[in-house]
């Protein structure tokens, strides 16, 4: 069967569709941060701003995901920039990883509802344990694409290909290890999460341009 | 009238539009995931861990339905690499493909409420039925496009075309299958439905890039 | 100034993100199709059918809606194809429209809680009066581009411009008609409303490529 | 490492994942528009009408929201035409741009919770509030991209720049002077952010094609 279209175009489409996904599942996200309602703060006596400050968990929350879906997207944006062409299994990948980005605003509404409560462990757990999934695909995906180059572009720089090999296994062991922590303390496992995202949010990384 | 623009550019909108679409839709899949409430559970004296796995059919409802509108995705894609122009009766027929795949949501939490209730033949029912609907429109589309080659890319390969032909109509015929079966084994039903994702997952298809 | 980009480029990200815009829109309208809570029928000895069917309003209105915002997508796409370049101007009244796209979820919504109870012809007013606001937004961005032929590609064809104009303009009167219809007949102002979809859905227009 | 794609397909990427987080978040704040219920309107003895126009704050929220989130989008779109390329710490400082810009469904609905009550002056801080985040933001990636250059396209004009760089401090300004505002007159306070909006609305600004 002749391929009527160009790998390219191909990958541009599937860079665009996942795209869209991060997109809204990141846009998502803030359907967890509920208004308080006038007739509750009457009811409870509180002003305004007691109330909003009451939800910083969920603030918490929100600015923990937002980052690290948009990491996930900054990546998974520069993974593609070594990708010359996708098949069925990559597409397969790539929809799995899509799989658990979608559901990402449901791990952060449950760290929201219950980290400061007794239930914290358990709620850090189905966090981190979320962005486990999400890390063991995307390096699902980088192996299967990287492996003896076989969907990168032509000419790829092996030492470079190389080095995103490690940086990628950073994230699911740094999430495998929140959520161990998170057998002890709740703080330390959200604490590295948000240390995570700042890792990878500076600069001067090894990636240069 | 002369079109100011080459058909190439118009099908690319159409994709970008409907990919649009299909994005929105299957991340809006989560929101039928609910997070247990921290007062619900003190009420039922229950656990996170246990309310959370009590949640089940809400899961494989979300990874159901994730993988079928996916797989819808790819399939959609899959076909414009063979579109060349669309017209107006492609734009009307790929709107109401559309129309159905973004009433997934619906079925899905449907099929997650009444699961494991007596109901569930029901349910089985319009989730199945939902998707003859997504199938139907998908068979409409792709035979309007193909038949004597009308949208098609030129120099277009006939045996590649007449396989997918016969390939898109599983979906439909599966999905009556799963629709009848649902008066007899909702396991069955929603079975079959699973069994379909991973059968159109499974690489070293006919579809070979 | 010198604008460092060209016209073309600019006028394509104003469509993509319409084009979001037009895609989430259609999608939220599902979230107004509720899922009958297992609760709710045990309290009410109802069967899972019943309420499903009783939800019709819902059903009516999530169609007319989706393929109203389609069609509406469907001519903005086709107005684009006569747009060179966009200015300040255009910008926003294309934002003014995308508003009235934006909010269909809610007239939408008013439709199917009232369609059935007294309250009707108010909901009916609504529903179209906001379509009328759409309409009018549309023409006035098509009469601004087109006026002198301001915003459209070189060498465009007069006469298809003029059988534009004159087309465009079907929307709002409708919508106005089914307005004032709705002061005698809820039925017929809804009813004339799908009518349109069905004009403006049916081949063989003068809109012939 | 050579970067195997180039700075302008990687910033169209930007362009479009940003484009995708404008209209998802915009296209969210009509999820604040309540439809009131049948069941209320019968148990508050009220009429259809007057029930959606006791909703006139949730409307006016809307509309203000979405017109600044548009404004927002509409220089966004227009700082990239100046943009060749993008590194680390611009793809963050959009970051951090789009989590204010998501967020906006909040601030949003705080504004129409409490607009007509005693709350009135904390709901109007939390809105400016969060709009000065966007404006810094949006002020740090357009200095951090102009300075020196940086991140400009090749014989970029230098005076419109700098005319940029002065035009985009008026958001921010704005917003803190609607956030004092709000100590004071909370109709003040909102009529000058919808005010702003309605400047930056006005054609025949310094930025002419």
Redesign the interface.
Known sequence: ?????DGEK?TG?????S???????????????K????AD?AAGHT???DA?LAQWPAYLS??LS??TV?IM??NH?RMF??IRRV???F??LN?LL??FV?????PT??L???VA?P?AG??AM?YSGSFICIGVFFNLMWIYASRRGRLL?RG??R??VK?MTTGYLVGPVVYIAAFLLAFFSVAASVGLCYLLTIFF?L?G?K???
């Open positions: 069967m002749t391929p009527p279209r191909e489409r599937l860079e665009a569709f795209d869209g996904v991060f997109a809204v599942a990141i846009t998502l996200l803030v359907l967890d941060i208004t308080p309602r006038a703060l002003s305004l701003t909003l929100y600015v937002f980052l948009l997207w900054i944006h920039r070594y098949d069925n299994t597409l397969l929809g899509l799989l979608t559901l990402a605003p449901f509404s449950v929201a509802e219950y409560r239930e358990t709620a189905v572009v790829y720089d030492t470079a080095h949010a600069p990384k990636e240069s341009r």
